[in-house]
């Protein structure tokens, strides 16, 4: 057994030093370095194979690896699990790969155990087992009968924080899929420090991992998040697992979104989008016409925009609200979109095409709870805050897609075609692009008429005369 030792660590960003420093040299965070005691047990064992009734988890092995040239090492496509839910397939790159290692991070109430535990109840031909150190059992079969159809005997439920205890309830299970909730709450008895440390957190996440990796066995861990919206805990974390997602929305609003920030299997550009309902998460397949659904009349200050979310194109409700300053400062608020990319546009709008604006508040919103930051939306936000001063609307049939830039300019925006096939499914009739996306267009769609525009006042000028 080797010697127990104390390390300090940041719990900030994980940075570790051999004493007590006031201010992190890695991140600048201050007074965030704790004492820890490590103490790591090492059992040799006479195979390779992973032994949770008899080894300890991370000991070290007898079997050794062999180098083997490049040419000789034979690719095999593995099969991966596909879920029940179509989104969680799209972001994790079409289906769970055997032996990953997942991390689902997001705010409080966001609903990562409720998603964790519909693809559980969902995955009726696997054995699954739902680790929690959160709730008692009788908690998590209440949110199961809140879900629909939430009846599933080869899901199997363990509340435990122990990873020994975890490992020999896997040894008798045996489980096609491991969810652990959460990896903060998990404690190893080979680190003398409490659940939720540095030092907790990166070796459960290492013992886990090696049992994903030796059995083929795939394991989806809930991590918490810190207040500016990082997954706590070291950031060695995120570089151990094989896929982050991020859960993202508003828990005081319907819609959520499933981001992927890392993926090794797939594409990290891919998302998916979900609405919170009182029997768990329904699958958002078209998300540009439940955002667009609320449209009645025409008012003034609406405007319609395309954007694109990763790969998945989104039309957008713009909403500006423009009034006479009623303070010596006029106001300017955004909602969903940068603050500072508004004041930019603002400044356009005085100084390119004459507007006076600096004695009104602007406040600006994206309906739907969304947070974007696509320069698509540019000439969608102008067009809102025009329509808003003037009180005229603009006809809901139009839809716009460009970037403004500070001479006035319409700028072209990438993967157009995608935006228009959305434009034209969703019965849009006109959509204003930049005159360089436009030459480049060819055919016209028959449903959709492009307007090409090279400068912003040629937008304002159609929108409203």
């Known amino acids: ?49 992973w032994k949770p ?10 079997k050794t690896a062999k180098s083997v040239p490049l040419g000789d090492i034979i690719a095999e496509d593995e099969p991966r699990i596909l879920t029940p839910d179509g989104e969680l397939n799209r972001v994790l790159g079409g289906g769970l790969v055997p032996g990953s290692i997942v991390l689902i991070g997001g705010e409080p109430g966001i609903g990562k155990s ?26 998590i079969k209440m949110r199961a009968e809140r879900l629909a159809d939430g009846q ?13 205890n975890i490992f020999r309830q896997i040894d008798q299970v045996k489980p096609n899929l491991v969810v652990i909730d959460s990896i903060q709450t998990m404690h190893s008895t080979l680190v003398e420090s409490g659940a939720g440390s540095v030092s907790q957190v ?35 974390l995120e570089h151990m697992v094989d896929t982050v997602l991020q859960f993202e929305g508003d828990r005081h609003l319907s819609y959520r979104i499933l981001r992927t920030t890392k ?15 009182g029997d768990g998460l329904r699958q958002v397949s078209n998300p540009s016409e439940i955002l667009l659904s609320q449209r009645g009349e025409s008012l003034s200050g609406m405007a319609i925009g395309a954007t694109l979310e990763g790969n998945r194109p989104l039309l957008v409700e713009v909403q500006a609200l ?7 400062t006029p106001q300017r608020s955004s909602t969903g979109f940068d603050a500072k990319r508004l004041q930019m546009l603002l400044a356009v709008l005085e100084k390119r095409s004459g507007l006076r604006l600096g004695q009104h508040d602007v ?38 897609a460009a970037e403004v830039g500070l001479s006035g300019e319409i700028r072209a925006v990438s993967r157009l075609d995608q935006r228009l096939a959305e434009a034209e499914k969703l019965g849009f009739r006109e959509m204003y692009v930049s005159q360089f996306n436009g030459k480049n267009l060819g055919a016209q769609r028959p449903g959709l008429r492009v307007r090409p525009v090279g400068r912003l006042d040629e937008v304002l000028d159609g929108l409203f005369g």
């Open 1 to 49: 057994m080797a010697k127990a030792r104390t390390v300090f660590f940041c719990q900030s960003c994980g940075a570790q030093s051999a004493k007590w420093i006031g201010r992190c040299p890695a991140c600048g965070e201050w007074n965030t370095y704790v004492e820890e005691v490590v103490q790591k047990e090492t059992v040799a064992t006479t195979t390779g194979q």
């Open 53 to 62: 009734a008899s080894t300890v988890p991370g000991g070290s092995l007898t």
């Open 114 to 139: 409720t998603l964790m535990l519909q693809i559980a109840l969902g995955l009726r031909q696997l054995r699954v087992l739902y680790v929690s150190g959160e709730e008692s059992e009788a908690q």
């Open 152 to 164: 599933h005997p080869g899901c199997y439920i363990l509340t435990e924080t122990n990873t020994q």
């Open 202 to 236: 990166r070796e459960c996440t290492a013992e886990l991992l090696k049992y994903a990796k030796e059995t083929s066995v795939p394991v989806l861990l809930i991590g918490h998040i810190t207040k500016d919206g990082s997954i706590a805990g070291p950031k060695i």
């Open 263 to 277: 993926n090794r299997f797939g594409s990290t550009s891919e998302l998916g989008i979900y609405e919170m309902q």
């Open 322 to 328: 423009v009034t006479p300053a009623t303070y010596g």
């Open 363 to 400: 406040f600006l919103n994206i309906a739907g709870g969304l947070r974007l930051d696509d320069p698509a939306l540019d000439v969608a936000v102008c067009a809102a805050v025009v329509s808003s001063l003037h009180d005229v609307p603009i006809a809901g049939d139009i839809c716009l």
